[in-house]
């Protein structure tokens, strides 16, 4: 909503001190004003010392501002009264303050800053006026907590204060007046919502959504309703209830060749990149068992077939060597590959030196040594290609292999075929060191390329060294590194990792980094970077709790921006240290869906397709490549490691097949060095596949409502005509719409009957009944609805409970006058059919129901005010 806003720099904010509770001695809250980091009288403490206290200092700002970050000053030492844990408050009053911020200081010398998101649930930065720190507990037990220093910073361009303070005030303004006017029309008070909408020009949803009230709570025009649910579906308005359904996948191996009946052969450890707009799917290099590769094909999707574009590239002009572990993006607006990173030859695709430090019980020798022939050339003091004459003097007489070349590759224009070396190491010129298991992803609208991770290669050293996130400017070939992965830098940092993921929003300008390996740990966190303001998010310390995948390494993403999903192909798994790590089998496919990057999103399962069978699924695996062609909607999956294969089974001149898709042959089985154990031997792939996602179509989303509306129709026919009318109508009408091989779907349908018809008021016999029994075991509560019962639906939201009125309250006067919960015909009913009170509340509660369907912003706010509402007040 701000982003349009052009943001001015960030300065040091000035502050003053509002408040504080009671200090010890002469340890007074001024005391933080002034850094003085060897002045051990230089500093706040609290008067005691019981963490179940509360203590707090409160700052106020010179003038308001949009605060970006908080900095801790410290002693020059350790000290027993530094503050441990805290929580930082703010807010414009000091009456209304939002908790933006919870975390730890270390017990160290070393000032840590921490970033702070003033932004509100979707997304609008907001000002602040007022600061309160909480401290939590010290670092010595029992001792009372001291305060040094605090610093600010934020933006205070008065100009640009004011007018986020005026969008804040006018959302704010917005959703109140969203929310009464969804109370009001609950209660039936229709005159006064047609009135404040005409006067204040509010929307309170979509005007599908509001011609669908009319015609559903208000005059039981079912066909009308009907109609506007299909028209709400063609409007694109049934869309995030799609996307929120219960996804599943239906693969299908790709078996095209080239002209010569070839395709790349089993690897691991290779790159892929794809140009959507000409269905491009390049590929290159990898470890195939034995060496590592420097062959480029490329996949065309519409003609299913592959091309060699190279058979070595180390033999072209400025080419790359073998390599693997290495990675490579495409730009669409120039149609170049960008390539950096390598493994040296004798780590294989990455997994043999994973085990040798993590599992140094199993670790074996490597083997031969086939780099790049220029890197052997430069060994006797030749200059590498793409230097001037001597220029490798720098570095020596030797030039070092550990140097980080980056490349180009031109797919198109007078240049198409050709390779450019960028950089010969990245490192001297501000960017990474050579680094491996690492990963890139690019922004062609702004030309920037991002590097996150990977293990940093130091030859022979056994010392773990991890790479940070580094940008490269395209236009200006410039590197920077954002200092987010050391103890200088601004809090909640991302812990340095490999074998990772790491995926791009460019809209809203955010990296998504989580899982891969750190020290002997797979990870399950996940981090969000706002690129614009170098602001580091912890979504998830552990996604596996929170309904995620397990700890994972080397396992792949892609995303969809406009869906805003992210989809992961898992590698290994590890749940602890101690246990030797396995290929997800069980759930190796999922979706993370989110709202907004910086909050937690939802984790779920890709299931697979519906009486699938296994030769149609590929094998699970790790060190495969994956990329996301998002005008199809199609992930597209080649080769990898699919583990060991088991003593009994590699003494057989022919290898048992993993199944139909991943065919092995002998060519294929190569003993790993440095593999699950000694003389392990491993299944590398060749196998090509596209995964479709699916979910509901928007016809089956039409029919789950329009069922919704009938199962109204056919409760408001028993109570009002006779019961042959309501049984024809239920055997044809509403039977028309259920899916009856749903089993759960198809409960709920033959409850209608038991639940409705003939738990109708008796009634004078106008036709003979139709001879239905209906068996004695119906659950009778399970005709509440059919959309909850459905596997494939989406997650209930947290919803407070239903606000309309039930029928005691409307026979329950309020003390001292008439009950306001009366639901009496509102003014602006006159001239119709208006329902009874009962049956307001009642379609009223079946509307909200199908709202369920509509997305959420085009409806009314999902909460009730009245759940707003505690004994002391609001909740806020």
């Given at each position: 909503m701000s982003s349009c806003i052009l943001e001015p720099d960030v300065v040091t904010v000035e502050y003053e001190i509002a408040g504080a509770s009671e200090h010890s001695g002469s340890y007074v809250a001024e005391n933080i004003l002034h850094d003085r980091p060897r002045d051990q009288t230089s500093r706040w403490s609290g008067a005691i010392s019981a963490s179940n206290t509360k203590q707090w200092i409160r700052l106020r700002l010179k003038n308001p501002c949009v605060l970006r970050s908080i900095t801790f000053g410290?002693?020059?030492?350790?000290?027993?009264?530094?503050?441990?844990?805290?929580?930082?408050?703010?807010?414009?009053?000091?009456?209304?303050?939002?908790?933006?911020?919870?975390?730890?200081?270390?017990?160290?010398?070393?000032?840590?800053?921490?970033?702070?998101?003033?932004?509100?649930?979707?997304?609008?930065?907001?000002?602040?006026?007022?600061?309160?720190?909480?401290?939590?507990?010290?670092?010595?037990?029992?001792?009372?907590?001291?305060?040094?220093?605090?610093?600010?910073?934020?933006?205070?361009?008065?100009?640009?204060?004011?007018?986020?303070?005026?969008?804040?005030?006018?959302?704010?303004?917005?959703?109140?007046?969203?929310?009464?006017?969804?109370?009001?029309?609950?209660?039936?008070?229709?005159?006064?919502?047609?009135?404040?909408?005409?006067?204040?020009?509010?929307?309170?949803?979509?005007?599908?959504?509001?011609?669908?009230?009319?015609?559903?709570?208000?005059?039981?025009?079912?066909?009308?309703?009907?109609?506007?649910?299909?028209?709400?579906?063609?409007?694109?308005?049934?869309?995030?209830?799609?996307?929120?359904?219960?996804?599943?996948?239906?693969?299908?191996?790709?078996?095209?060749?080239?002209?010569?009946?070839?395709?790349?052969?089993?690897?691991?450890?290779?790159?892929?990149?794809?140009?959507?707009?000409?269905?491009?799917?390049?590929?290159?290099?990898?470890?195939?068992?034995?060496?590592?590769?420097?062959?480029?094909?490329?996949?065309?999707?519409?003609?299913?077939?592959?091309?060699?574009?190279?058979?070595?590239?180390?033999?072209?002009?400025?080419?790359?060597?073998?390599?693997?572990?290495?990675?490579?993006?495409?730009?669409?607006?120039?149609?170049?590959?960008?390539?950096?990173?390598?493994?040296?030859?004798?780590?294989?695709?990455?997994?043999?030196?994973?085990?040798?430090?993590?599992?140094?019980?199993?670790?074996?020798?490597?083997?031969?040594?086939?780099?790049?022939?220029?890197?052997?050339?430069?060994?006797?003091?030749?200059?590498?290609?793409?230097?001037?004459?001597?220029?490798?003097?720098?570095?020596?007489?030797?030039?070092?292999?550990?140097?980080?070349?980056?490349?180009?590759?031109?797919?198109?224009?007078?240049?198409?075929?050709?390779?450019?070396?960028?950089?010969?190491?990245?490192?001297?010129?501000?960017?990474?060191?050579?680094?491996?298991?690492?990963?890139?992803?690019?922004?062609?609208?702004?030309?920037?390329?991002?590097?996150?991770?990977?293990?940093?290669?130091?030859?022979?050293?056994?010392?773990?060294?991890?790479?940070?996130?580094?940008?490269?400017?395209?236009?200006?070939?410039?590197?920077?590194?954002?200092?987010?992965?050391?103890?200088?830098?601004?809090?909640?940092?991302?812990?340095?990792?490999?074998?990772?993921?790491?995926?791009?929003?460019?809209?809203?300008?955010?990296?998504?980094?989580?899982?891969?390996?750190?020290?002997?740990?797979?990870?399950?966190?996940?981090?969000?970077?706002?690129?614009?303001?170098?602001?580091?998010?912890?979504?998830?310390?552990?996604?596996?709790?929170?309904?995620?995948?397990?700890?994972?390494?080397?396992?792949?993403?892609?995303?969809?921006?406009?869906?805003?999903?992210?989809?992961?192909?898992?590698?290994?798994?590890?749940?602890?240290?101690?246990?030797?790590p396995v290929l997800e089998t069980e759930s190796p496919y999922w979706i993370y869906r989110y709202d907004r990057p910086e909050l937690p999103g939802k984790w779920s399962k890709i299931l697979p397709e519906k009486d699938a069978v296994d030769e149609t699924c590929p094998h699970p695996r790790y060190a495969h490549q994956a990329v996301y062609d998002s005008k199809s909607g199609i992930v597209y999956m080649h080769g990898g490691n699919a583990g060991p294969i088991d003593e009994e089974e590699s003494e057989l001149a022919e290898p048992r097949p993993l199944s139909s898709d991943a065919s092995v042959d002998a060519e294929a089985v190569a003993v790993a060095p440095g593999g699950l154990g000694d003389g392990d031997v491993e299944r590398r792939l060749d196998d090509f596949w596209s995964m479709e996602i699916l979910r509901p179509s928007n016809e089956e989303i039409v029919r789950r409502a329009v069922y919704e509306i009938r199962q109204q129709q056919f409760r408001e026919m028993c109570e009002d005509g006779p019961p042959i009318k309501a049984l024809t109508f239920l055997q044809t009408r509403v039977s028309s719409v259920v899916n009856h091989e749903d089993p759960d779907e198809a409960k709920v349908f033959r409850a209608l009957l038991s639940a409705h018809l003939l738990a109708a008021p008796p009634r004078p016999a106008t036709a003979s009944g139709s001879g239905t029994s209906t068996p004695s075991s119906i659950d009778v509560s399970a005709a509440a609805t059919a959309t909850a019962a459905r596997a494939d639906s989406p997650p209930p939201r947290k919803r407070s409970r239903p606000s309309t009125p039930n029928p005691a309250a409307l026979e329950a006067p309020s003390v001292g006058g008439p009950s306001v919960l009366r639901l009496d015909e509102d003014p602006a009913e006159e001239g119709g059919s208006p329902p009874s009170p009962e049956r307001y509340r009642q379609r009223t509660a079946m509307f909200e129901q199908l709202l369920s369907f509509v997305n959420e912003d085009a409806k009314q706010p999902d909460l009730n005010l009245i759940d707003m509402l505690s004994t002391d007040g609001f909740i806020i």
């Open positions: 410290k002693f020059y030492k350790t000290h027993p009264c530094n503050m441990k844990e805290f929580k930082v408050l703010i807010g414009l009053t000091e009456g209304n303050m939002t908790e933006v911020l919870q975390a730890g200081l270390k017990n160290d010398s070393t000032p840590e800053t921490f970033s702070i998101k003033s932004t509100n649930r979707v997304g609008m930065p907001f000002p602040t006026r007022f600061i309160e720190v909480v401290p939590l507990s010290a670092h010595g037990q029992s001792f009372n907590t001291s305060i040094w220093h605090i610093s600010l910073s934020g933006i205070t361009d008065e100009a640009y204060v004011e007018r986020i303070r005026l969008k804040h005030q006018e959302y704010r303004e917005t959703v109140t007046l969203r929310q009464i006017l969804k109370h009001l029309r609950q209660r039936r008070f229709l005159t006064p919502v047609n009135q404040i909408l005409a006067r204040s020009g509010l929307q309170l949803e979509h005007p599908l959504i509001t011609s669908l009230h009319s015609a559903f709570v208000l005059n039981g025009a079912w066909a009308e309703a009907e109609k506007l649910i299909r028209d709400c579906a063609d409007a694109g308005l049934l869309r995030g209830y799609r996307h929120a359904c219960q996804t599943r996948m239906r693969w299908t191996q790709i078996r095209g060749l080239d002209p010569d009946g070839d395709v790349p052969c089993r690897r691991g450890g290779h790159a892929m990149c794809i140009d959507e707009d000409a269905g491009l799917i390049y590929l290159f290099g990898g470890w195939d068992g034995q060496r590592s590769l420097d062959d480029l094909w490329v996949y065309d999707i519409a003609k299913d077939v592959w091309k060699c574009l190279s058979v070595a590239t180390s033999r072209e002009k400025n080419g790359p060597g073998p390599r693997a572990c290495h990675k490579m993006v495409f730009d669409s607006k120039t149609g170049s590959i960008y390539l950096l990173g390598r493994l040296s030859e004798g780590d294989g695709d990455g997994m043999e030196n994973h085990r040798r430090h993590s599992m140094p019980e199993m670790r074996t020798e490597g083997h031969r040594d086939a780099r790049p022939p220029w890197l052997h050339a430069a060994e006797v003091g030749a200059d590498p290609p793409g230097l001037e004459p001597g220029a490798a003097t720098i570095f020596g007489s030797a030039y070092p292999s550990q140097c980080s070349e980056f490349y180009r590759y031109h797919t198109r224009g007078l240049d198409a075929g050709n390779w450019d070396l960028l950089t010969f190491d990245t490192a001297s010129s501000g960017g990474p060191p050579l680094v491996f298991d690492h990963q890139m992803a690019i922004d062609s609208d702004a030309q920037m390329i991002y590097v996150s991770g990977g293990r940093v290669h130091e030859g022979e050293g056994e010392m773990l060294k991890f790479s940070g996130l580094y940008s490269y400017d395209i236009r200006t070939s410039k590197w920077k590194m954002y200092n987010n992965t050391d103890v200088y830098a601004s809090h909640p940092y991302i812990p340095p990792r490999w074998g990772h993921s790491m995926v791009l929003d460019p809209k809203s300008q955010t990296l998504f980094i989580f899982g891969g390996q750190r020290d002997d740990r797979y990870l399950s966190d996940m981090y969000a970077f706002h690129i614009p303001t170098s602001t580091v998010t912890e979504v998830f310390s552990n996604f596996t709790s929170a309904g995620g995948p397990d700890p994972c390494f080397t396992q792949r993403a892609v995303i969809d921006i406009e869906k805003q999903e992210i989809y992961v192909l898992c590698g290994l798994t590890r749940l602890r240290p101690t246990i030797p």
